[in-house]
T-cell receptor, first 110, second 115 residues
Framework: AQSVTQLGSHVSVSEGALVLLRCNYSSSVPPYLFWYVQYPNQGLQLLLKYTSAATLVKGINGFEAEFKKSETSFHLTKPSAHMSDAAEYFCAVNFNKFYFGSGTKLNVKP | GAGVSQSPSNKVTEKGKDVELRCDPISGHTALYWYRQSLGQGLEFLIYFQGNSAPDKSGLPSDRFSAERTGGSVSTLTIQRTQQEDSAVYLC?????????????FGQGTRLTVV
């Protein structure tokens, strides 16, 4: 069974607009969730992680994510998109090894 | 540098040849992972090393793939008799400890092209 599911393989927003990237997790996995970003021809970089200390998690580059147990979601948001945010974003859970969602490519239009 | 280092960054090999991909994890990190990233296939788990425990090899796609980790540090992923479908980016990551709330730190990857 898929541990994390990302809805939308491609998302396009205008510069300055809200970014919303969706991630839902299986209720059978422990709630240790991560968001990673991958810029072209680079490895993955940690944006933020949820470890149950607080439901709203702030990460690097102005991103944040809210853990909602009732919705089994951990969506990633940023109030105002910047051109430099164009990349691929992966939601993941660490269940002895990392299980990644299929990724969402974010395009930012000028 | 202080990050995970992978070499080579790019490798082109002929079908049927063997290749070795190297990963230098962050010093002191006990966990080490290999993943494969193919176009349209997402991130595919290959193998996981944790300290002195037996590695989790459950993701290795065939017996042509093997990996070792010497002295709890450097790891080598070996692909024997390469096939065109092995073409992908191979990513290595390390973690400072075992634990589900622990993040992994990734290297830049090795892009393997089999011609």
């Amino acid at each position: 069974a898929q541990s994390v599911t990302q809805l939308g393989s491609h998302v396009s927003v205008s510069e300055g607009a809200l970014v919303l990237l969706r991630c839902n997790y299986s209720s059978s996995v422990p709630p240790y969730l991560f968001w990673y970003v991958q810029y072209p021809n680079q490895g993955l970089q940690l944006l933020l992680k949820y470890t149950s200390a607080a439901t709203l998690v702030k990460g690097i580059n102005g991103f944040e994510a809210e853990f909602k147990k009732s919705e089994t979601s951990f969506h990633l948001t940023k109030p105002s998109a910047h051109m430099s945010d164009a990349a691929e974003y992966f939601c993941a859970v660490n269940f002895n090894k990392f299980y990644f969602g299929s990724g969402t490519k974010l395009n930012v239009k000028p | 540098g202080a990050g995970v280092s992978q070499s080579p960054s790019n490798k082109v090999t002929e079908k049927g040849k063997d290749v070795e991909l190297r990963c230098d994890p962050i010093s002191g990190h006990t966990a080490l992972y290999w993943y494969r990233q193919s176009l349209g296939q997402g991130l595919e788990f290959l193998i996981y090393f944790q300290g002195n425990s037996a590695p989790d090899k459950s993701g290795l796609p065939s017996d042509r793939f093997s990996a070792e980790r010497t002295g709890g540090s450097v790891s080598t992923l070996t692909i024997q008799r390469t096939q065109q479908e092995d073409s992908a980016v191979y990513l290595c990551a390390s973690s400072p400890r075992q634990g589900q709330n622990t993040e992994a730190f990734f290297g830049q990857g090795t892009r393997l092209t089999v011609v």
